[in-house]
């Protein structure tokens, strides 16, 4: 048995067969995967992209049932990294499937000789397996083609042409597949590292079998084929990195796409978040008119559908943020980003390969930190894993979004854009600071490289970003809308109880709760911040999941949804709440830029400290994550908001 990515069991069946694809970074292992299977997993055009092993049912019509299972690149059998040594050790013997039946070795046309290294090493190992060919529509543009036959036999393993992304070429790939599947076994080994003349010899020999199978199409010379079949740069794209990797030019446009970036999550999401919140505000007072007045209409109108949301009506943005993330990944631009921030990472410790962590730590810090695992050098992977939780992740958007939409009139999506892009930055700036205190502290022992291969810029694929972007979205709300319902409801009935049971028109005196009595415990932390209990518990309550400090706050604010909308009706409370210790306004400019200035920080995600406890073996960074964070964020807030206090700023 094992488990999807979605975290689904599954059992093996006697009669499946386990191929397995192998290949280096980008030579469209992924988009093989999701034609062969159906699927719809994201393909990242840098390497790292995948980190862990993703599995699914072969779904092209064939003569066998198999599980195909997707791997993270690698160059050869000797593994340099993490995520190369998951690759290789699953190889081997994967955990769940053990050996697999068959190998489908990727390799990119346009750089033969660098991919049938790999082939040889597999082959050798006694692996059954099929060369699958890519890139040869790029080869074809240089009026060059590929006899497969040819290298078929000068490999000694079967080798096929495919397209992933139009679906060619998989229907010889499986009769290949068949033909391995049920010839004769051999003993599997895995090799011992190869000396440098070993590797020298065979990196020759590959050579000459590419010069042997690139042929020239048309009245083209046998000389002039092999000279356009070397790897050369594409011109469109060495134009436009004169200007994005720019020492000056390109990090001045990086740093406005990212504005804009931020900006546009606002205005794009706009006329959707109306709807949603329209809806669930209608729905809401649907609930409350349909059911007399008592614990059953406040338990549905107040607890589930306000409760959820409060949240939900955050999911556009949420939607939007994965949308133009992969449609950044997805035209070769965010290889660039790793190349320009590759000198600034190495002011503080870090270098260009803890980019694509940082930066999926803006979606969700766990898979960002199973991500670093394609970093080699031990101390800059501890390193980005314990920073990686300061990038302002999809969870914190909800929370961004409602205070800020506090702090700013409607009408202004531009201001409101910067102002996120300032909380992105802000987090971006406090890793970098803790990265480079830790860095001063401990020893560099290893050797630290960082050489990446940019691909070439091309126009994404709209029904591509579509639908990763549902898929990534789906993903969200199954793993957030579970915890987010929950703890909806467990408030309610904090905030319900017992007054509400004892008589149904005390149902909105929430001083008197269990909530309130729990939150009286922790008020004396929250007053020097301007908050009292109800902020408090809706504070603790986020360590189960950020977001839901929107639904939390929502319900310790008695929101009903009497107005049009609910997000107009929580900041509706918001202004009119009152601290009911010192009667000033509970919300104000200073303590809502502090409350931000928190969440900026302060570590409150529970799973992101299993995973990083995962990653590091050890409760040693995760403690320390939780401790430092959130003390050095509470602190933080308080000198914000007294001094903007003492500013005369309220």
Known sequence: MYKDLNGTD??????????MLAGQPNTGKTTLFNALTHSHFSTVNYPGST??????????????????????GILSLTPHSPDEEVSVSSLFHHPDFGVPDAVIILADATQLSRQIYLAGQVREAGFK?????????????????????????????????????RKKGLQELVASLEKVLFSPPSAISRPQEPSLSEIQTRYRAAEEIEQAVIIPVGDSTLEEALRLAKPRPDPFTVKLDRVFLHPVAGLLLFFLI????????????????????????????????????????????????????????????????????????DSGYLARGAMLVDKPLAAIGLNGRSFVPLLSG??????????????????ERLLTILIIPLMSCSARLPVYALLLAFLIPPDQAWLAGLALAALYLAGLFSGAVVS????????????????????????????????????????????????????????????YFPGGFESPEKATEIENSWAAKIGQWIEPVMQPLGFDWRVGVSLITAFAAREVFVSSLALTLNVTGDEESLQGSILSSMSQAVNETTGLPLFTTATVTGLLFYFILAMQCVSTLAVAKKETNGWKVPLLQLSVYTAGAYAGALILVQGLRFAGIQ
Not at 313 to 327: A, R, S, Y
């Open 10 to 19: 599954h059992h093996i069946h006697q009669d499946e067969r386990v191929i």
């Open 51 to 72: 980190v862990d092993y993703s599995v699914g049912e072969l779904r092209v019509q064939a003569p066998f049932n198999a599980q195909i299972i997707d791997t993270p």
């Open 129 to 165: 397996c099929v060369i699958a060919v890519t890139m040869t529509d790029l080869l074809k543009k240089r009026g060059l083609k590929l006899d497969t036959g040819k290298l078929s036999v000068l490999t000694g393993i079967p080798s096929v042409a495919v397209d992933g992304i």
């Open 258 to 329: 990212m504005t804009g970036f931020f900006t546009a999550i606002f205005w794009l999401a706009a006329p959707l978040m109306e709807w949603v919140d329209t809806g669930f505000a209608t729905l809401a007072g649907l609930a409350a008119a349909t059911f007399s007045p008592g614990m059953m209409s406040d338990f549905i109108s107040g607890g589930l559908i306000t409760g959820f949301g409060a949240v939900m009506v955050f999911v556009p943005q949420i939607m939007i943020l994965f949308l133009l993330m992969t449609f950044l990944e």
């Open 362 to 379: 803006f979606a969700c810090a766990i898979p960002a930190m199973m991500a670093a695992r394609t970093i080699p050098n031990q101390r």
């Open 436 to 495: 480079a205190i830790l860095s001063k502290w401990t020893r560099q022992t290893e050797e630290s490289s960082f050489i990446l291969e940019l691909p070439a810029y091309r126009i994404p694929q709209v029904s591509i970003i579509l639908r990763n972007t549902v898929y990534k979205s789906w993903l969200y709300l199954r793993k957030a809308g579970a915890t987010i319902l929950v703890i909806s409801v467990m408030i309610w009935a904090l905030t």
